[in-house]
């Protein structure tokens, strides 16, 4: 169990992240200045705050080294919109770096 406006532990991404993780992947590419050919959300960590931020590890590797991005994700509050933003982005690393916050 994480403190108060701490980072959870990272987790396995469910159904719920990747929909958000899957959403977000056009800033992601815009950001990095490339359009991935595969971008496959692994793991994420989250700290809630005036919204919840997320750290993200997506596999974009297409020729087998392990190619990974790691990026953080704010989403706002239901009350104002659940707006997603693209906060930070960490390109390239490697599918065996530990994902931390930025």
Not at 11 to 28: A, D, G, H, S, W
Not at 70 to 77: E, N, W
Request: one cysteine or more.
């Amino acid at each position: 169990m994480s403190k108060p406006g701490g980072w959870s532990p990272v987790e396995q991404v469910t159904l719920k992240e990747k929909q958000i993780f899957l959403e977000v992947r056009p800033m992601i590419e815009k950001k990095v200045g490339t359009d991935f050919k595969m971008y496959f959300p692994v793991v994420y960590s989250s700290q809630v705050v005036s919204g919840t931020n997320y750290m993200v590890k997506v596999l974009v590797d297409v020729c087998g080294d392990g190619l990974c991005v790691h990026a953080k994700i704010f989403q706002d509050l239901p009350c104002r919109g659940e707006q997603l933003t693209v906060t930070e982005v960490q390109y390239p690393k490697l599918f065996y770096d530990v994902l931390e916050p930025i």
